[in-house]
């Protein structure tokens, strides 16, 4: 396994002394893999996974905005990545270090975003890819944001988290 990014260690660290809450998960995606920590009710345990918000973007998602074909393909992509988490993995409290996501933030400030919240913003992406009109108010990312996007709403939608904090 590969060393920890140390902008994760040091966030881990900080957040189990902030908060002394679990399940704790914390995440960071990079552009070419997703690390991840997670403290349970009774273990600790790291993880991760060649996924990446850049991989996918090169890689399923090629154009911008993405066809309704790359999302799909992106999403099985991230779907067999994930899954195998859901043994292990306890929902809880989920925080995410990711700076093509800082594009999600509700206002200067927050950082807490809900499951619904970021489906919305995925169904707004969804929506551009089919050429949909009313999509273009909502500013387009570029691959790198739609990568990471995606893989955060797979990440809510199938590990069962109701919401997650922006680092």
């Avoid at 900080?14 to 070419?32: C, F, K, V, W």
């Avoid at 809880?92 to 927050?110: D, K, Q, T, Y």
């Avoid at 944001?145 to 680092?167: C, K, N, S, Y």
């Amino acid at each position: 396994m590969l060393p920890l990014p140390v902008t994760l260690a040091a966030r881990w660290h900080a957040l189990q002394s902030e908060t002394g809450t679990r399940p704790l998960t914390l995440l960071q995606i990079d552009a070419e893999q997703l690390s991840c920590l997670h403290a349970g009710l009774d273990a600790k345990r790291q993880h991760q996974l060649a996924l990446g918000f850049r991989q996918l973007g090169h890689g399923p998602l090629r154009h911008s905005p993405p066809s309704p074909y790359e999302l799909e393909r992106a999403i099985a992509v991230t779907e067999d990545q994930i899954m195998p988490l859901t043994r292990w993995l306890q929902p809880g409290s989920l925080h995410v270090i990711c700076p093509p996501l800082a594009l999600l933030r509700p206002s200067v400030g927050e950082r807490n975003l809900s499951r619904d919240q970021v489906e919305r913003h995925f169904q707004q992406l969804a929506a551009r890819s089919e050429g949909d009109p009313l999509a273009n108010g909502w500013p387009l990312p570029n691959n790198d944001a739609a990568g990471a996007l995606l893989i955060l709403r797979e990440w809510l939608h199938h590990l069962d988290f109701h919401q997650v904090w922006l680092e």
